[in-house]
């Protein structure tokens, strides 16, 4: 009767590990590099931002967004994976409600800290 239990825990754990990385690449996604990405619009008003833009890589979907502000900074990071039922497509329309009163600038940045693209300065 060991050899059941054994296979049964091997399998389990083969299913665990493929539901794992599936999540990963499939759902989660990366960090992708600035450069490979670009932005259509931005638009901000006083407590609102919308950044809609796509990836130039047709085989990634977007999944989701992180940002962070520092030193009257804006930085955008996003995430993608690879297309599924769950992200589709490419483009990214990205809405942060806070307040820009103190924001100069937005950049979305890459995979690195020093990997920024400026889209969007104050007048």
């Known amino acids: 009767m060991k050899v059941p239990k054994v296979l049964l825990t091997v399998s389990v754990t083969i299913l665990a590990i493929f539901t794992v990385v599936g999540y990963m690449f499939f759902v989660e996604g990366h960090y992708v590099p600035a450069d490979t990405l670009f932005v259509n619009e931005v638009t901000v008003s006083d407590e609102n931002i919308l950044i809609d833009g796509a990836t130039i890589s047709s085989g990634n979907g977007f999944s989701k967004h992180s940002y962070f502000i520092e030193d009257g900074n804006l930085y955008v990071k996003l995430k993608y994976s690879i297309v599924s039922r769950f992200n589709p497509g490419g483009d990214f329309k990205v809405f942060i409600s806070e307040s820009t009163e103190d ?21």
């Open 103 to 123: 924001i100069a600038k937005i950049y979305i940045q890459g995979l690195e800290k020093d990997d920024n693209e400026l889209v969007w300065e104050k007048q």
